[in-house]
C-alpha cells in the first residue's frame, strides 16, 4: 500500500493599486473554504470572493481566491501547484 499526501490550501488575496496583499479569511467561511479545497470549482471560488468582497480592505480592487495543492515531484521535492483562481472585482464604494 502507498500513502500519499493531499494537502490543499485556500488562498485569498486583496489586488491592490500598488501590488497585492494576503487576506485572512474569517472563520465564518471556513466552511466554506473546506468545500472548495476539496473540490475547486469556479462557482465556490466566486461564492468566496464575493462574501469577501462585500467587505473588502479599503483599497482593494478586486479579490482573488485561488486553491494550491502539494505535489511531488521525482526526488519527493514538495512543489506548490495552483489548481484554480478566480477574481472577483470589488463594487465601487457607493455603487450597487
Known sequence: MFSTVDERRLVAVSIEAD????????????????????LPTDGRLRAIGEALASDPPP???????EVWETRYGPALEPRLARLRAV??????PGGS
Request: zero cysteines; glycine letters at 6%; hydrophobic letters at 50%.
Open 59 to 65: 483599497v482593494a480592487r478586486a479579490i482573488r481566491v
Open 87 to 92: 477574481e472577483v472585482e470589488v463594487p465601487a
Open 19 to 38: 501590488g497585492e496583499e494576503r487576506m485572512e479569511l474569517p472563520g465564518w467561511l471556513a466552511d466554506a473554504a473546506d468545500r472548495a479545497e476539496a
